[in-house]
């Protein structure tokens, strides 16, 4: 059953007329068309009996159909009511609506009222869970492209140590990480690249600029690529030259507290055990302050997905789930180490996707 006959089952079941599919990450998941169409109308809509139908941009169709796009397409041009044409295609199709699911998360406030005047005020039924639900398990071949994303990844980091030198910027590095990857094929980043040096590590989302590194700096890079559609995210932390007693600590509490994290993983243990099982470690060192956000996130087609890896999230894990293990102790003005790994939890267990070493290394 593909994702379109999934998703006319639920309706069916729900008892819902129609489904409207805006945010371009579920489009791609449910058709294998991305598009980024700014503020033009891009969406799916889906209905429990009858044909689906794409809306986008009119330039963007020959695109839609190479992607493997099958059914009706409707294309709009920029001087055209794209909400009449989706209006008038619908009341073509089936006539009207009375139930009409949405994307709560992502659809505007603008589109919401426009909805509701175009389709005479139906009710509104939220499809995220669905959508979670759907894209939270990965399937054999979800898993082969998100390896192959890990690896890119993994990639990524083995440059920016081959190459981290004194007197280098932060943007220097990041310029010639990611002319590696394109080298390699890669057009996008799942986000934008970070490399702290130093100090600046001790910021969790801090920005890249032109600190120059220096001998006794932590080099922190996270980083990921968008590679057939999937993302990847990593974390590591470099050491540039000979660490002080309480940088060496900091990084072994980190690394002991993601290892162990990481090997708790397996069906049934829930999301908020894992967070508590690496704050353990980190408070246990006499850190916890330092550590300031979830354990991790889901990851897939988009790079932060469901489920949130946090200490109020009792979701069990199920095999097919993957996510990222990232804790990390920031000690502003001094210190800041994150260690990010992702993580597909098996039949009996987990796999490590990213693989480039986190074992304390000197770079010199």
Same mark, same amino acid.
Do not use: W
């Given at each position: 059953m593909n994702k379109i006959e999934q998703l006319q089952q639920y309706l069916q079941t729900a008892q819902v007329d129609a489904a409207f599919i805006t945010n371009p990450d579920n $489009?791609?998941? *449910?058709?294998?068309?991305?598009? @980024?169409?700014?503020?033009?109308?891009? &969406?799916?809509? =889906?209905?429990?009996?009858?044909?689906?139908?794409?809306?986008?941009?009119?330039?963007?169709?020959?695109?839609a159909k190479a992607a493997g796009w099958a059914y009706e397409m409707v294309g709009h041009e920029d001087t055209q009511d794209s909400m009449e044409l989706l209006r008038e295609k619908v009341q073509e199709k089936v006539g009207e609506i009375g139930?009409?699911?949405?994307?709560? @998360?992502?659809?505007? *406030?603008?589109?919401?009222?426009?909805?509701?005047?175009?389709? !005479?005020?139906?009710?509104?039924?939220?499809?995220?869970? +669905?959508? !979670?639900?759907?894209? *939270?398990?990965?399937?054999? %071949?979800?898993?082969?492209?998100?390896?192959? #994303? #890990? +690896?890119?990844?993994?990639? %990524? =980091?083995?440059?920016?140590?081959? !190459?981290?030198?004194?007197?280098?910027?932060?943007?220097?590095?990041m310029t010639i990480v990611e002319s590696a990857l394109k080298e390699r094929g890669i057009k996008q980043m799942s986000f934008e690249t970070t490399i702290l040096g130093g100090e600046k590590a001790a910021s969790p989302h801090g920005s890249t600029g032109s600190r120059p590194f220096a001998l006794g700096d932590f080099v922190l890079l996270d980083l990921g690529v968008v590679h057939k559609g999937y993302?990847?995210?990593?974390?590591?932390?470099? $050491?540039?030259?000979?660490?002080?007693?309480? +940088?060496?600590? $900091?990084?072994?509490? $980190?690394?002991? %507290?993601?290892?162990?994290?990481?090997?708790?993983?397996?069906?049934?243990?829930k999301a908020s055990d894992l967070d508590r099982i690496a704050r353990d470690v980190i408070e246990e060192a006499g850190f916890g302050e330092f550590f300031t956000h979830r354990l991790g996130h889901g990851l897939g087609v988009s790079v932060h997905?469901?489920?949130?890896?946090?200490? #109020? !999230?009792?979701?069990?894990?199920?095999?097919?789930? *993957?996510?990222? =293990?990232?804790? &990390?102790?920031?000690i502003p003005g001094e210190v800041g180490v994150r260690i990010e790994d992702d993580v597909a939890v098996t039949a009996d267990g987990y796999e490590v996707l990213t693989n480039y070493p986190k074992e304390m290394r000197i770079i010199s």
């Open positions: $489009v791609f998941y *449910v058709s294998g068309f991305r598009s @980024n169409p700014h503020e033009r109308l891009l &969406g799916i809509m =889906i209905f429990k009996d009858a044909e689906p139908f794409l809306i986008c941009p009119k330039m963007e169709m020959p695109d139930t009409l699911g949405i994307e709560k @998360n992502h659809l505007t *406030v603008d589109r919401y009222e426009a909805l509701q005047e175009r389709f !005479n005020a139906p009710t509104f039924h939220s499809l995220d869970d +669905q959508m !979670n639900t759907m894209r *939270v398990i990965k399937d054999e %071949a979800e898993l082969v492209i998100l390896r192959e #994303a #890990a +690896q890119f990844a993994d990639y %990524a =980091i083995e440059i920016a140590a081959a !190459n981290l030198k004194e007197g280098m910027t932060e943007l220097e590095l993302c990847s995210d990593i974390t590591r932390t470099l $050491v540039f030259g000979e660490p002080g007693d309480k +940088q060496r600590e $900091v990084y072994e509490t $980190v690394l002991r %507290a993601e290892q162990t994290a990481l090997e708790a993983v397996k069906p049934g243990i997905e469901f489920p949130s890896i946090h200490g #109020a !999230n009792d979701m069990p894990m199920e095999a097919g789930m *993957v996510f990222t =293990i990232e804790p &990390g102790i920031y």
